[in-house]
Protein backbone atom coordinates (compact mmCIF):
# COMPACT_ATOMS: atom_id res chain seq x y z
CA UNK A 1 0.00 0.00 0.00
CA UNK A 2 2.63 2.37 0.92
CA UNK A 3 4.55 1.27 -2.15
CA UNK A 4 1.58 1.82 -4.66
CA UNK A 5 1.25 5.63 -2.86
CA UNK A 6 5.04 6.58 -2.77
CA UNK A 7 4.94 5.77 -7.22
CA UNK A 8 1.78 7.81 -7.30
CA UNK A 9 3.14 10.79 -5.21
CA UNK A 10 6.06 10.25 -8.23
CA UNK A 11 3.78 10.15 -11.10
CA UNK A 12 2.09 13.63 -9.75
CA UNK A 13 5.89 14.84 -9.48
CA UNK A 14 6.71 13.92 -13.09
CA UNK A 15 2.95 15.18 -13.97
CA UNK A 16 3.16 18.34 -12.88
CA UNK A 17 6.81 18.99 -13.76
CA UNK A 18 5.74 18.01 -16.92
CA UNK A 19 3.39 21.68 -17.40
CA UNK A 20 5.75 23.15 -15.32
CA UNK A 21 8.43 22.51 -18.46
CA UNK A 22 5.60 23.63 -20.50
CA UNK A 23 5.02 27.16 -19.18
CA UNK A 24 8.62 27.82 -18.65
CA UNK A 25 9.69 26.68 -22.82
CA UNK A 26 6.42 28.90 -23.86
CA UNK A 27 7.67 32.16 -21.59
CA UNK A 28 10.93 31.37 -22.90
CA UNK A 29 10.28 31.21 -26.45
CA UNK A 30 8.07 34.02 -26.88
CA UNK A 31 10.55 36.53 -25.05
CA UNK A 32 13.63 35.00 -27.17
CA UNK A 33 11.49 35.88 -30.44
CA UNK A 34 10.81 39.49 -28.74
CA UNK A 35 14.16 39.58 -28.35
CA UNK A 36 15.34 38.94 -32.06
CA UNK A 37 12.61 41.41 -32.98
CA UNK A 38 13.96 44.10 -31.02
CA UNK A 39 17.49 43.46 -32.60
CA UNK A 40 15.96 42.92 -36.28
CA UNK A 41 13.44 45.31 -36.58
CA UNK A 42 14.18 48.41 -35.12
CA UNK A 43 12.04 50.48 -32.49
CA UNK A 44 9.86 47.47 -32.76
CA UNK A 45 9.89 47.25 -28.63
CA UNK A 46 8.59 43.98 -27.60
CA UNK A 47 10.85 42.78 -24.90
CA UNK A 48 10.32 45.38 -22.18
CA UNK A 49 6.31 45.55 -22.57
CA UNK A 50 5.92 41.28 -23.03
CA UNK A 51 8.03 40.74 -19.79
CA UNK A 52 6.30 43.89 -18.05
CA UNK A 53 3.20 43.04 -18.79
CA UNK A 54 3.82 39.39 -18.06
CA UNK A 55 4.74 40.33 -14.44
CA UNK A 56 1.97 42.56 -13.71
CA UNK A 57 -0.48 40.56 -15.12
CA UNK A 58 0.77 37.62 -12.80
CA UNK A 59 0.61 40.11 -9.71
CA UNK A 60 -2.65 41.29 -10.18
CA UNK A 61 -4.27 37.42 -11.02
CA UNK A 62 -2.64 35.93 -8.13
CA UNK A 63 -4.22 39.11 -5.88
CA UNK A 64 -7.17 38.97 -7.33
CA UNK A 65 -8.08 34.95 -6.26
CA UNK A 66 -8.67 35.90 -2.56
CA UNK A 67 -11.08 38.65 -3.46
CA UNK A 68 -13.02 36.05 -5.95
CA UNK A 69 -12.99 33.63 -2.99
CA UNK A 70 -14.62 35.93 -0.89
CA UNK A 71 -17.28 36.81 -3.08
CA UNK A 72 -17.79 33.23 -3.83
CA UNK A 73 -17.13 34.08 -6.91
CA UNK A 74 -16.66 29.76 -8.23
CA UNK A 75 -16.56 28.00 -10.99
CA UNK A 76 -20.26 25.76 -12.18
CA UNK A 77 -19.34 22.90 -13.94
CA UNK A 78 -22.24 21.69 -16.61
CA UNK A 79 -23.34 18.25 -15.42
CA UNK A 80 -23.00 16.87 -19.28
CA UNK A 81 -19.38 17.70 -19.22
CA UNK A 82 -16.67 15.33 -18.52
CA UNK A 83 -16.93 13.80 -14.52
CA UNK A 84 -13.16 14.51 -14.32
CA UNK A 85 -14.07 18.31 -13.99
CA UNK A 86 -16.17 17.98 -11.24
CA UNK A 87 -13.07 18.31 -9.43
CA UNK A 88 -12.94 21.83 -10.61
CA UNK A 89 -16.00 22.77 -8.89
CA UNK A 90 -15.31 25.70 -7.15
CA UNK A 91 -12.36 27.01 -8.67
CA UNK A 92 -12.34 31.13 -8.70
CA UNK A 93 -13.64 32.05 -12.42
CA UNK A 94 -14.06 35.58 -13.99
CA UNK A 95 -10.64 35.84 -14.09
CA UNK A 96 -10.63 38.06 -17.80
CA UNK A 97 -11.27 41.04 -15.43
CA UNK A 98 -8.23 41.63 -14.07
CA UNK A 99 -5.81 40.26 -16.57
CA UNK A 100 -7.55 41.89 -20.01
CA UNK A 101 -7.62 45.28 -18.46
CA UNK A 102 -3.72 45.03 -17.79
CA UNK A 103 -3.08 44.70 -21.29
CA UNK A 104 -5.38 47.43 -22.25
CA UNK A 105 -4.07 49.81 -19.26
CA UNK A 106 -0.51 48.95 -20.20
CA UNK A 107 -1.30 49.35 -24.15
CA UNK A 108 -2.63 52.86 -23.31
CA UNK A 109 0.08 53.82 -20.77
CA UNK A 110 2.74 53.06 -24.01
CA UNK A 111 1.06 54.81 -26.72
CA UNK A 112 -1.11 58.00 -24.83
CA UNK A 113 -1.04 60.91 -26.68
CA UNK A 114 0.88 59.23 -30.08
CA UNK A 115 -0.16 59.90 -33.57
CA UNK A 116 -1.15 56.79 -33.99
CA UNK A 117 -2.96 56.42 -30.36
CA UNK A 118 -6.30 56.11 -31.85
CA UNK A 119 -5.56 52.85 -33.30
CA UNK A 120 -5.17 51.54 -29.35
CA UNK A 121 -8.15 53.71 -28.11
CA UNK A 122 -10.56 51.91 -30.85
CA UNK A 123 -9.21 48.45 -29.99
CA UNK A 124 -9.34 49.28 -26.19
CA UNK A 125 -12.97 50.18 -26.88
CA UNK A 126 -13.89 46.53 -28.66
CA UNK A 127 -12.04 44.69 -25.80
CA UNK A 128 -13.72 45.84 -22.92
CA UNK A 129 -16.24 45.79 -24.39
CA UNK A 130 -16.98 42.43 -25.37
CA UNK A 131 -15.32 41.63 -21.73
CA UNK A 132 -18.24 43.39 -20.30
CA UNK A 133 -20.53 41.18 -22.12
CA UNK A 134 -18.61 38.14 -21.11
CA UNK A 135 -18.96 39.28 -17.00
CA UNK A 136 -22.37 39.94 -17.75
CA UNK A 137 -22.62 36.13 -19.12
CA UNK A 138 -20.67 34.99 -15.94
CA UNK A 139 -22.63 37.26 -13.24
CA UNK A 140 -25.89 35.73 -14.42
CA UNK A 141 -24.59 32.27 -14.87
CA UNK A 142 -22.92 32.48 -11.03
CA UNK A 143 -26.19 34.43 -10.24
CA UNK A 144 -28.79 31.48 -11.26
CA UNK A 145 -25.94 28.72 -9.95
CA UNK A 146 -25.76 27.44 -14.14
CA UNK A 147 -23.30 27.04 -16.27
CA UNK A 148 -25.25 29.47 -18.99
CA UNK A 149 -25.97 32.76 -17.96
CA UNK A 150 -26.73 35.27 -21.25
CA UNK A 151 -29.13 33.38 -23.64
CA UNK A 152 -27.37 32.14 -26.89
CA UNK A 153 -29.32 35.25 -28.92
CA UNK A 154 -28.54 37.85 -26.28
CA UNK A 155 -24.95 37.45 -26.96
CA UNK A 156 -24.68 37.18 -29.97
CA UNK A 157 -27.08 40.78 -30.21
CA UNK A 158 -24.92 42.22 -28.06
CA UNK A 159 -21.43 41.05 -29.82
CA UNK A 160 -23.16 41.89 -33.01
CA UNK A 161 -23.92 45.50 -32.12
CA UNK A 162 -20.77 46.14 -30.84
CA UNK A 163 -18.50 45.39 -33.61
CA UNK A 164 -20.74 46.90 -35.94
CA UNK A 165 -20.19 49.84 -33.67
CA UNK A 166 -16.47 48.84 -33.89
CA UNK A 167 -16.58 48.60 -37.82
CA UNK A 168 -17.98 51.99 -37.92
CA UNK A 169 -15.93 53.66 -35.90
CA UNK A 170 -13.04 52.28 -37.81
CA UNK A 171 -14.26 52.87 -41.38
CA UNK A 172 -14.57 57.23 -40.28
CA UNK A 173 -10.95 57.24 -39.00
CA UNK A 174 -9.67 55.03 -42.46
CA UNK A 175 -8.75 52.22 -40.20
CA UNK A 176 -9.76 49.29 -41.27
CA UNK A 177 -8.67 48.84 -45.59
CA UNK A 178 -11.65 47.62 -48.08
CA UNK A 179 -9.58 44.91 -49.22
CA UNK A 180 -8.57 40.91 -47.84
CA UNK A 181 -5.16 39.85 -48.74
CA UNK A 182 -5.50 36.09 -49.04
CA UNK A 183 -1.63 34.75 -49.82
CA UNK A 184 -0.47 36.88 -52.03
CA UNK A 185 -3.65 37.68 -53.91
CA UNK A 186 -5.56 40.92 -52.96
CA UNK A 187 -9.33 40.91 -53.10
CA UNK A 188 -11.12 44.31 -53.13
CA UNK A 189 -14.31 43.73 -51.07
CA UNK A 190 -15.54 47.62 -50.88
CA UNK A 191 -18.56 47.56 -48.04
CA UNK A 192 -18.37 44.02 -47.59
CA UNK A 193 -15.73 44.35 -44.87
CA UNK A 194 -19.12 45.71 -42.48
CA UNK A 195 -20.54 42.12 -42.49
CA UNK A 196 -17.46 40.28 -43.08
CA UNK A 197 -16.10 42.45 -39.88
CA UNK A 198 -18.98 41.51 -38.15
CA UNK A 199 -19.15 37.93 -39.09
CA UNK A 200 -14.92 37.64 -37.53
CA UNK A 201 -15.32 39.43 -34.58
CA UNK A 202 -18.53 36.90 -34.01
CA UNK A 203 -16.80 33.68 -35.19
CA UNK A 204 -13.27 34.63 -33.55
CA UNK A 205 -14.45 35.60 -29.85
CA UNK A 206 -17.28 32.24 -29.99
CA UNK A 207 -14.26 30.34 -30.79
CA UNK A 208 -11.86 31.37 -27.59
CA UNK A 209 -14.99 30.81 -25.95
CA UNK A 210 -15.51 27.16 -27.21
CA UNK A 211 -11.45 26.49 -26.48
CA UNK A 212 -11.33 27.68 -23.13
CA UNK A 213 -12.27 24.50 -21.73
CA UNK A 214 -9.00 23.02 -20.30
CA UNK A 215 -6.59 24.60 -17.60
CA UNK A 216 -4.52 26.89 -19.72
CA UNK A 217 -5.87 25.49 -22.86
CA UNK A 218 -6.82 28.97 -24.13
CA UNK A 219 -4.70 31.23 -22.75
CA UNK A 220 -1.31 29.01 -24.02
CA UNK A 221 -2.83 29.32 -27.43
CA UNK A 222 -3.23 32.76 -27.51
CA UNK A 223 0.01 33.55 -26.00
CA UNK A 224 1.56 32.25 -29.59
CA UNK A 225 -1.03 33.84 -31.61
CA UNK A 226 -0.57 37.02 -30.31
CA UNK A 227 3.28 37.33 -31.05
CA UNK A 228 2.59 35.24 -34.45
CA UNK A 229 0.56 38.19 -35.18
CA UNK A 230 2.88 40.54 -33.89
CA UNK A 231 5.88 39.46 -35.58
CA UNK A 232 3.61 38.98 -38.91
CA UNK A 233 2.39 42.69 -38.49
CA UNK A 234 6.29 43.96 -38.66
CA UNK A 235 6.97 41.87 -41.37
CA UNK A 236 4.52 43.16 -43.80
CA UNK A 237 5.25 46.43 -42.92
CA UNK A 238 8.00 47.55 -40.54
CA UNK A 239 7.89 51.32 -40.57
CA UNK A 240 4.47 51.75 -39.94
CA UNK A 241 3.30 48.92 -37.28
CA UNK A 242 5.19 49.98 -33.79
CA UNK A 243 1.61 50.08 -32.70
CA UNK A 244 -0.06 47.14 -33.26
CA UNK A 245 2.97 44.46 -33.06
CA UNK A 246 3.21 46.06 -29.36
CA UNK A 247 -0.52 45.58 -28.64
CA UNK A 248 -0.28 42.45 -29.69
CA UNK A 249 2.53 41.56 -27.77
CA UNK A 250 1.16 43.05 -24.35
CA UNK A 251 -2.06 41.27 -24.87
CA UNK A 252 0.31 38.38 -25.36
CA UNK A 253 1.86 39.35 -22.11
CA UNK A 254 -1.56 39.43 -20.22
CA UNK A 255 -2.54 36.23 -20.90
CA UNK A 256 0.98 34.53 -20.37
CA UNK A 257 0.43 36.34 -16.51
CA UNK A 258 -3.15 35.18 -16.29
CA UNK A 259 -1.25 31.84 -17.48
CA UNK A 260 0.73 30.82 -14.87
CA UNK A 261 -2.03 31.14 -12.37
CA UNK A 262 -4.45 28.92 -14.90
CA UNK A 263 -2.25 25.86 -16.03
CA UNK A 264 -3.43 22.62 -14.10
CA UNK A 265 -4.73 22.26 -12.16
CA UNK A 266 -6.18 25.87 -12.30
CA UNK A 267 -6.29 28.12 -9.44
CA UNK A 268 -8.02 30.57 -11.73
CA UNK A 269 -10.34 30.31 -14.50
CA UNK A 270 -10.90 34.01 -17.24
CA UNK A 271 -14.44 32.67 -17.38
CA UNK A 272 -16.46 34.72 -20.43
CA UNK A 273 -15.12 37.56 -19.29
CA UNK A 274 -11.57 36.35 -20.27
CA UNK A 275 -12.19 34.02 -23.67
CA UNK A 276 -14.62 36.95 -25.71
CA UNK A 277 -12.38 39.74 -24.88
CA UNK A 278 -9.44 37.74 -26.24
CA UNK A 279 -11.58 36.83 -29.50
CA UNK A 280 -12.32 40.26 -30.06
CA UNK A 281 -8.57 41.50 -29.56
CA UNK A 282 -7.68 38.65 -32.22
CA UNK A 283 -10.23 39.82 -34.47
CA UNK A 284 -9.91 43.23 -34.21
CA UNK A 285 -6.34 43.63 -34.68
CA UNK A 286 -6.27 40.90 -37.68
CA UNK A 287 -9.27 43.31 -39.48
CA UNK A 288 -7.35 46.97 -38.70
CA UNK A 289 -3.61 45.02 -40.06
CA UNK A 290 -5.47 42.89 -42.75
CA UNK A 291 -4.22 39.90 -41.36
CA UNK A 292 -7.43 37.80 -41.72
CA UNK A 293 -5.62 34.87 -43.31
CA UNK A 294 -2.80 34.55 -41.07
CA UNK A 295 -4.97 34.73 -38.33
CA UNK A 296 -7.39 31.56 -39.73
CA UNK A 297 -3.90 29.79 -40.28
CA UNK A 298 -2.58 31.07 -36.98
CA UNK A 299 -5.55 29.89 -34.82
CA UNK A 300 -6.28 26.48 -36.64
CA UNK A 301 -6.80 24.90 -33.24
CA UNK A 302 -9.43 27.59 -32.74
CA UNK A 303 -11.33 26.96 -35.88
CA UNK A 304 -11.28 23.17 -35.51
CA UNK A 305 -13.19 24.15 -31.50
CA UNK A 306 -15.89 25.58 -33.62
CA UNK A 307 -16.19 23.55 -36.42
CA UNK A 308 -16.09 20.27 -33.91
CA UNK A 309 -19.42 21.44 -33.00
CA UNK A 310 -20.82 22.79 -35.58
CA UNK A 311 -20.28 19.64 -37.48
CA UNK A 312 -21.49 17.31 -34.09
CA UNK A 313 -24.93 19.47 -33.80
CA UNK A 314 -25.69 19.25 -37.77
CA UNK A 315 -24.74 15.66 -37.68
CA UNK A 316 -27.06 15.02 -35.00
CA UNK A 317 -30.18 16.61 -36.09
CA UNK A 318 -29.98 15.56 -39.74
CA UNK A 319 -29.71 11.62 -38.32
CA UNK A 320 -32.23 12.53 -35.71
CA UNK A 321 -35.01 13.78 -39.13
CA UNK A 322 -34.15 11.09 -40.92
CA UNK A 323 -33.83 8.06 -38.87
CA UNK A 324 -35.49 9.28 -36.01
CA UNK A 325 -32.16 8.91 -33.62
CA UNK A 326 -29.55 11.11 -33.45
CA UNK A 327 -25.61 10.09 -34.27
CA UNK A 328 -22.63 11.36 -32.43
CA UNK A 329 -19.47 12.00 -34.92
CA UNK A 330 -17.58 13.13 -31.34
CA UNK A 331 -17.91 11.66 -28.18
CA UNK A 332 -18.01 15.33 -26.74
CA UNK A 333 -17.47 18.90 -28.43
CA UNK A 334 -15.44 20.82 -28.33
CA UNK A 335 -13.08 18.87 -29.80
CA UNK A 336 -11.01 18.51 -26.79
CA UNK A 337 -13.24 17.20 -24.75
CA UNK A 338 -13.56 14.42 -27.50
CA UNK A 339 -9.56 13.51 -26.97
CA UNK A 340 -10.55 13.85 -22.95
CA UNK A 341 -12.87 11.04 -23.32
CA UNK A 342 -10.66 8.40 -25.40
CA UNK A 343 -8.22 8.81 -22.31
CA UNK A 344 -5.88 11.44 -22.94
CA UNK A 345 -4.60 13.19 -19.66
CA UNK A 346 -5.28 17.17 -19.66
CA UNK A 347 -1.89 18.31 -19.76
CA UNK A 348 -0.98 16.02 -22.77
CA UNK A 349 -3.83 17.64 -24.77
CA UNK A 350 -3.26 21.14 -23.68
CA UNK A 351 0.45 20.60 -24.36
CA UNK A 352 -0.41 18.83 -28.10
CA UNK A 353 -2.69 22.01 -28.82
CA UNK A 354 -0.15 24.67 -27.81
CA UNK A 355 2.63 22.37 -29.82
CA UNK A 356 -0.28 22.72 -32.96
CA UNK A 357 -0.67 26.50 -32.57
CA UNK A 358 3.10 26.88 -32.60
CA UNK A 359 3.55 24.56 -36.22
CA UNK A 360 0.71 26.90 -37.91
CA UNK A 361 2.60 30.05 -36.52
CA UNK A 362 5.61 29.04 -38.18
CA UNK A 363 4.14 28.05 -41.29
CA UNK A 364 2.55 31.42 -41.20
CA UNK A 365 5.40 33.22 -40.96
CA UNK A 366 7.30 30.90 -43.49
CA UNK A 367 4.66 31.39 -46.52
Excluded at 335 to 345: M, R
Aim: charged content about 15%; some cysteine.
Amino acid sequence: MEKSKKLLDKKNILFFNNINNQIFILFGLTSITCIFSDCYFKNSNLTIPFITTTLVSSIICFLGIPKLKKFKINQIIREEGPKNHFLKQGTPTMGGIFFIPIGIIISNILYFNRDDYKIILTLSFIVILFMFIGFIDDFLSLKKQSNTGLKSKQKLILQSIISLIFIIICASNNLIPYNIQIANKIIHIGNLIYPIGIFVLLAESNSTNLTDGLDGLLSGCSVLILTGLAITILIENPSNNFTLAPFCIVMAGACMGFLFLNKYPAKLFMGDSGSLAIGASLGSIALISNNLWSLLIMGGILAAESISVIIQVSIFKIFKKFKGKGYKLFLMTPLHHHFELKGNNEILIVGSFWLVTLLLVIVNLIF
